[in-house]
């Protein structure tokens, strides 16, 4: 980093630090994503001039395990555990994580608190122990989850927390209860944000007990589990901290559902875990899940339920051949079957046609070329038809080599990285 010099200000706050030196220096197997000069000047004309402790652990949340080269960086986000492990409100295990991916736009970047997007600059170089990123945003430690509502604006969440009193001052079961969700280690919340959740929400806490309440919210969430949406594979159960389960169903497109709930927006880093902002209010008693077919129930093979190309999934629409690729291998076979019967037919006539004409003349032997065809000496061409040991018929007679409709079957499929 030292010999780039649009790296100069990193620099310059990593040899003021003792701390930052030490953990350079110790750094292996690492990903350094380096914010460029113009990202840590346009940090500081926005109020992140930070100092101390606090510049310190910004840094360190650059700095993230493991070398992860731009090409494993996809679509499928990778949540990498930074070395900011220590704070005063970091409640998390292994390290405050960010997110790396590569959206369909092509663009590579890392989200940081509030989804904020810091794209590559560059990518790719080498120094001793890892791999470095220069990136056009200084990233944002994640915060608590209750700022991270007002940020997001998530204003229905926000108005059904007032709806229950959950932002009072005064001292309460409830008060405490957001206390918990805000600093519990390893905590994943589905958070409700739309008009039909606030409704349902409104209707159902009329007269309702604190107690109540309190399990109701706490059906949405789940502790000592940080579950991102990479781990909300298709039929995965969590269980709430309510005490009833919550099923995950992703669709033939993707989309993750949690019960009938769909999720909007997920991976909301915190301080203390990850949130996904879901469309509806999820009750216990009424855990159903949505009629879409999910992707584990997808073949590409063919069958009486096989789900359309155009709506199977990019996994299975990868698998095997496409329509137009076994149209041809079935086509070309039969149209090849029925020019050799063609010709095996006008070949065979011709030969009779030939002895006919033998037969007619009163001899056996068959009919003898025009006159303007030359023989070859010392043969007889009745043998270059019918073959002799001079010339045998090899075309028809020899063996064939096994060819591509001869060999096994070979599935072509998208390798995927793990």
């Known amino acids: 980093m030292q010999l780039n010099p649009d790296l100069s200000t990193l620099n310059r706050y990593i040899n003021g630090s003792i701390a930052l030196q030490n953990l350079l220096t110790n750094a292996t197997n690492f990903t350094m994503l380096a914010p460029t000069n113009e990202a840590f000047s346009n940090w ?49 295990t292994g390290g405050q994580r960010a997110e790396l991916v590569t959206p369909a736009n092509g663009q590579t970047q890392v989200i940081s608190n509030n989804r904020t ?186 069958s009486p339920t096989a789900t359309p190309s155009s709506t199977a999934s990019p996994s299975s629409r990868s698998s095997g051949l496409s329509g137009g690729e076994i149209a041809a291998a079935v086509v070309v076979p039969v149209v090849f079957l029925i020019a050799l019967g063609v010709f095996l037919f006008w070949f065979l006539r011709k030969r009779r046609r030939r002895g006919d004409q033998a037969q007619e003349m009163g001899t056996d032997a068959p009919a003898r070329p025009p006159a303007d065809i030359k023989e070859m000496p010392g043969t007889d061409p009745s043998k270059e038809v019918y073959g002799s040991t001079q010339w045998p018929s090899r075309e028809m007679d020899a063996s064939t080599p096994a060819t591509e409709l001869d060999a096994p079957a070979v599935r072509h499929g998208r390798a995927e990285l793990e």
């Open 44 to 92: 500081r004309s926005s109020g992140g001039n930070l100092t101390g402790k606090d510049l310190e652990n910004t840094i360190a949340y650059h700095l993230v395990n493991g070398s992860i080269p731009s090409f494993y960086i996809t679509a499928d986000p990778i949540f990498g555990a930074t070395s900011f492990t220590k704070g005063p409100s970091l409640n998390i």
């Open 117 to 302: 997007v810091s794209n590559f600059v560059t990518k790719d170089s080498i120094c001793l122990g890892g791999i470095i990123h220069t990136i056009d945003r200084v990233l944002t430690i994640p915060d608590r989850i209750v700022n991270l509502a007002t940020q997001a604006s998530l204003t229905y969440f926000v108005a059904l927390l007032a709806r229950a009193n959950f932002l009072s001052v005064a001292p309460s079961a409830l008060v405490d209860f957001v206390d918990d969700v805000t600093t519990r280690a390893d905590l994943t919340f589905f958070i409700p944000n739309s008009a039909s959740a606030l409704s349902a929400f409104t209707n159902r806490t009329t007269n309702i007990s604190a107690e109540d309440l309190t399990s109701l919210f706490n059906y949405h969430i789940v502790y000592g589990d940080i579950a991102y949406s990479t781990a909300l594979e298709n039929g995965t159960v969590l269980k709430s901290a309510e005490g009833s389960d919550l099923t995950i169903t992703r669709d033939a497109e993707d989309n993750i559902y949690v019960n009938s709930a769909l999720i909007t927006t997920p991976d909301y880093l915190t301080n203390n875990g990850v949130f996904h902002v879901i469309d509806s209010l999820l009750d216990r008693n009424n855990a159903t899940i949505p009629a879409q077919i999910p992707r584990a129930t997808i073949s590409a093979s063919p």
